[in-house]
């Protein structure tokens, strides 16, 4: 499976970098910095499932997951936030995501909830 990262934040895409590669049947296929770049990415990548920050510069991820949802339908787009996924998912939903993860509990989460989007 085909994963990319899009966060601002260079710290957390090496955190999720790291806990990626701890299952072999994921490849990070790219990282991407803010909403336009991750736009250009998906194009040129094709991953199976981005992981996209909600809080970006230039676009943030609401936006983004909602032009990626148009041009790439079969893609799984997962919204990692600080804020709770529970309040966050119904916006999510409606932008075009499959799933949100708190960012506070990547370690615990975001494993399973990438599971459960690509079943």
Do not use: Y
Not at 34 to 57: F, N, T, W, Y
Not at 61 to 66: D, H, R, S, T
Not at 98 to 103: E, H, I, P, Q, T
């Amino acid at each position: 499976m085909r994963i990319l990262i899009a966060d601002d934040n260079e710290r957390l895409r090496r955190a999720v970098t790291a806990l990626l590669l701890s299952e072999t049947s994921f490849e990070i296929c790219g990282e991407a910095v803010d909403g336009s770049d991750v736009l250009q990415k998906a194009r040129e990548l094709r991953p199976d499932v981005i992981l996209l920050d909600i809080s970006m510069p230039v676009q943030d991820g609401l936006k983004a997951a909602n032009v990626l949802r148009r041009e790439f339908p079969q893609v799984k787009i997962i919204i990692m936030s600080q804020h709770d996924p529970a309040q966050l998912l119904p916006h999510a939903r409606e932008a075009g995501a499959d799933a949100c993860v708190d960012k506070s509990r990547l370690g615990p989460d975001l494993l399973s909830t990438i599971g459960r989007v690509w079943a």
